[in-house]
């Protein structure tokens, strides 16, 4: 009876240690969109309260009109989804030749690329900086598409070759035995069959190609080039500042990749899943 009681406090206790943490993680995405339909009275008034009393839809107005607001969400959109198309491919490829290909120091090699992603970002941006400038290509959405190309790679070719992993090479040889080539067996067999983890490796690479501030502020000077990250921020260098404004940013920047993951999210788990089991 006591063990009883006991396991019953521990419940509730873990059970409302989560209800606080869920709230404490909440907050300041609601807190930001009842901000985005406050007026700019309301957004200083105290005692403040949580929900606006007069909606309002002047702050994104603003952010539309006095802002490069679209410009810098295309700029996001294209260089996000280049990024996510060029490392599903190149990753792709490298997961299938460690999973099909024997040949010598195959495992090693594939434990140093995951080494790789442990670098912080900080850590190679000058370095990146340095060769894309020698190279020609600074203030360019390419140079973006590189960078955040090779900071996902590792990770992203980790999970897909754990996903590969899974996939029986029979399915593949019977393939081939039918008359299949190579790359159709690819096309038609293992890529399929791995659909969950390539999406899966597509959110991470989408979002942190999003989400990135420090690589578009090195490689990127033209205000025309700039994506959402520091485009948004750089509302924060106004002579005033514009909360109202910056929130509404906020909610457009967050609305995308929110939409983009509820809409695909049985693939995240599957994926992440199944990669974590096998790798």
């Known amino acids: 009876m006591r063990s009883l009681r006991f396991f019953s406090w521990r419940g509730q206790a873990v059970y409302w240690g989560s209800f606080l943490l869920m709230g404490l993680t909440t907050f300041p995405f609601f807190w930001m969109v009842a901000t985005a339909f406050k007026s ?8 403040p309260y949580f929900f606006p009393r007069d909606v309002t839809l002047g702050n994104f107005l603003r952010l539309f009109e006095q802002t490069r607001f679209l410009i810098y969400f295309k700029n996001s959109l294209f260089v996000a989804t280049s990024t996510v198309i060029v490392t599903i491919a190149v990753a792709s490829a490298g997961a299938y030749s460690l999973t099909r290909f024997p040949f010598w120091g195959r495992e090693k090699m594939a434990s140093l690329i995951l080494t790789t992603y442990m ?9 990146f900086y340095v060769l894309i400038k020698k ?7 390419f140079a973006l598409i590189m960078a955040y190309t090779t900071f996902c790679l590792p990770f992203s070719l980790w ?4 996903f590969f992993q899974t996939i029986p090479v029979v399915l593949e040889e019977a393939a081939l035995t039918d008359g299949a080539g190579r790359i159709q067996a690819v096309l038609h067999v293992i890529l399929p069959l791995a659909l969950p983890g390539i999406i899966a490796t597509g959110i991470f690479t989408f979002i942190l190609a999003w989400n990135d501030y420090i690589f578009v502020r090195i ?5 025309e080039l700039k994506t959402l990250s520091v485009g948004i921020a ?5 002579t005033v500042i514009d909360w109202g404004m910056i929130m509404a940013g906020g909610m457009l920047i967050t609305l995308p990749v929110l939409l983009f993951f509820i809409f695909i999210q049985r693939y995240l788990i599957a994926g992440w899943g199944t990669g974590g089991v096998t790798g």
Not at 135 to 141: F, L, P, S
Not at 219 to 223: G, H, P
């Open 40 to 47: 700019s009275h309301e957004i200083f008034v105290f005692p």
């Open 119 to 127: 670098f912080a970002p900080i850590m190679i941006a000058i370095p």
């Open 135 to 141: 190279i020609g290509i600074a203030n360019t959405h």
């Open 159 to 162: 999970l897909l070759r754990s």
């Open 219 to 223: 490689l990127i000077t033209s205000d």
């Open 234 to 238: 750089d509302l924060y260098n106004a």
